[in-house]
């Protein structure tokens, strides 16, 4: 089934011109593809290749005995007392790279200090060490956080650019006073929002532990191996252990914490695609910078769900309205961020000649509520833009300026009626916005849901069209889980690229040039029949549509920073 979209892919590729400038401007803002408008006769379609979300690996046997279950709860005194002195402990254990900067373990060092009792095997040139450590104040209590730890879904919530599928496998100490002792089996699937960069699986354990140390009173969160246990997992590809990794949290004045964040992983050494490699290896993608970067944002964002002091402009009526809102968003950023990446064994496939080998297509069949039923076609590519991530990001965010790009707008004005601060940067904001249809089209009025949210790992802007009667069903308190959402948008990441091509060796003469990675993700309903056959003129369109936004959206900042430097 796979190799039939490939070879869809193709033949629609020889009906793709370079540059690309003409279907785009011809789609609605809803991206509804209308086969009639292509004048050029394609051959028969193909049955669609359906990505169906698959169930969680199967690993049925993965349950801990009662006799294992007292080892774990060695091994988790063990792997709590490594979370804290990695966390406490600097030189020699943790240097500062003079070149880079940064932070980094003294892999020696780590194993005179710890010898993990299961006996690991011995580092090889197969594998890559990740280690990387961060600190940070975040607007949470401790018993929030530590509650949010416990609960995969909560987790999950918490963390949807990061945490892609989460479960708890088995309850192994329910612990003592709440959460204190609580050790879990989980399973997780880190992702990064591109389909060029596969997922991290793993199977680990969790314990929570509430620690008194020199008169400071903090929790710590420990994630630490499954080593001894089980030889015969089903694990993915590349393979990825978990060491022993976590945070500390201690509580500060009027509900704040200080989180320090250990990330360290030990990762099997596969290529990754070149656009995304100084990403992934520098821990730009799974550092613990990363992780209290996205903590601290959502932090303040659920602070701003539970306040009631907070003025809203528009036509939100009531603080219930306004959390059901903003619940609707949140669906809406998970569902995207699940969308666009390589998660739940999603399988995607290369459209030929595109631009650097960026471009990947693939085709859902949904069926339960939340999205639009039927046959779903995405397609996602990432470019690296030699503009700063903030410039990329206030351009895509302010639907004012982004209306000027006409595939993302189709000459349609935007208008907020509605607006929700969720941060303390301007940019993290809900708008619900009216689109303005031209007076001589026939479009139904709809409006459109924005969630845009940055911080210094990354910037989302995600939207998608919702009806007017969905809107007052989730502003009545309604239930808005049934409404369905089918979002676009944009994941942009800080970069630095090397002209030569290397992602090593930053101060050894390479010039770096400072720029950021868009990916943009668009999604379209193909057919309401979830059965129906794949177009080659749908695979040709919504490839059109993305490589004329990438196009479009470049220019603008072109435009822009001609603009600034004529200022000056």
Request: charged share 20%; proline share 6%.
């Amino acid at each position: 089934m796979f190799g039939q979209l490939e070879r869809v892919c193709a033949i629609a590729s020889r009906y793709i011109g370079r540059p690309i400038q003409t279907m785009g401007a011809l789609m609605p803002p809803s991206l509804e593809l209308d086969m009639n408008i292509y004048p050029r006769q394609f051959l028969e379609p193909m049955p669609p290749i359906l990505s169906e979300t698959p169930s969680y690996p199967d690993n049925n046997n993965l349950i801990l005995m009662e006799e294992e279950k007292t080892i774990a709860m060695e091994l988790a005194m063990s792997a709590t007392d490594e979370l804290v002195k990695m966390c406490r402990t600097n030189e020699p254990l943790w240097v500062c790279n003079n070149e880079t900067g940064k932070e980094e373990l003294n892999l020696d060092e780590h194993s005179r200090m710890f010898h993990w009792p299961l006996n690991l095997k011995q580092r090889s040139s197969e594998f890559r060490t990740e280690a990387s450590r961060d600190s940070s104040v975040v607007i949470m209590n401790s018993i929030t956080l530590v509650d949010a730890f416990v609960d995969a879904n909560k987790w999950m919530e918490l963390f949807p650019s990061l945490v892609a599928r989460a479960k708890c496998v088995q309850v192994i100490s329910q612990g003592v006073s709440g959460t204190n002792g609580c050790l879990q089996l989980m399973y997780a699937e880190f992702h990064v929002l591109s389909p060029l960069v596969p997922t991290r699986e793993a199977y680990f354990l969790r314990y929570c532990q509430q620690q008194n140390v020199e008169d400071e009173t903090y929790w710590a969160i420990v994630d630490f191996p499954l080593d001894g246990f089980h030889n015969s997992l089903q694990t993915s590809f590349p393979l990825y252990k978990r060491r022993p990794s976590g945070c500390l949290i201690q509580d500060m004045p009027n509900g704040y914490s200080r989180v320090t964040w250990i990330e360290h992983a030990e990762i099997e050494e596969k290529p990754i695609h070149q656009i995304f490699s100084h990403f992934v290896h520098s821990g730009m993608a799974f550092g613990a910078n990363r992780w209290l970067a996205v903590l601290e944002r959502q932090c303040e964002r659920i602070a701003s769900l539970m306040a009631t002091n907070i003025p809203d402009i528009g036509v939100i009526p009531s603080p219930e309205a306004r959390k059901n809102l903003m619940r609707l968003s949140q669906r809406m950023i998970r569902t995207f961020c699940v969308n666009i990446s390589s998660c739940s064994g999603q399988v995607w496939t290369a459209v030929p000649d595109s631009s650097d080998d960026t471009v990947r297509i693939t085709t859902r069949k949904v069926s339960e509520a939340g999205q639009p039923n039927g046959l779903i076609l995405c397609a996602v590519s990432t470019t690296w833009l030699p503009y700063p991530h903030h410039h990329v990001f206030d351009l895509l965010r302010d639907e004012r300026r982004r209306a000027q790009l006409e595939v993302l707008s189709n000459g349609n004005a935007l208008h907020e009626v509605a607006h929700i601060a969720n941060g303390s940067h301007p940019g993290n904001c809900i708008s619900l916005l009216r689109i303005n249809v031209a007076s001589n089209s026939s479009q139904h009025v709809d409006l459109m849901l924005q969630e845009s949210c940055t911080d210094k790992s990354s910037s989302l802007v995600v939207y998608s069209t919702v009806d007017v009667d969905s809107v007052q069903l989730a502003m009545s308190g309604e239930d808005p889980s049934c409404i369905p959402l089918l979002p676009l948008g944009f994941f942009i990441t800080p970069m630095e690229l090397m002209n030569d091509g290397g992602c090593k060796d930053e101060a050894n003469g390479h010039n770096i040039t400072t720029g950021s990675l868009l990916t943009v993700g668009l999604q379209v309903l193909a057919s309401t029949v979830p059965s129906t056959k794949i177009n080659l003129s749908s695979i040709a369109a919504i490839n059109n549509h993305l490589c004329t936004t990438v196009q479009q959206i470049s220019s603008a900042l072109s435009s822009n920073c001609v603009g600034s430097c004529n200022e000056g």
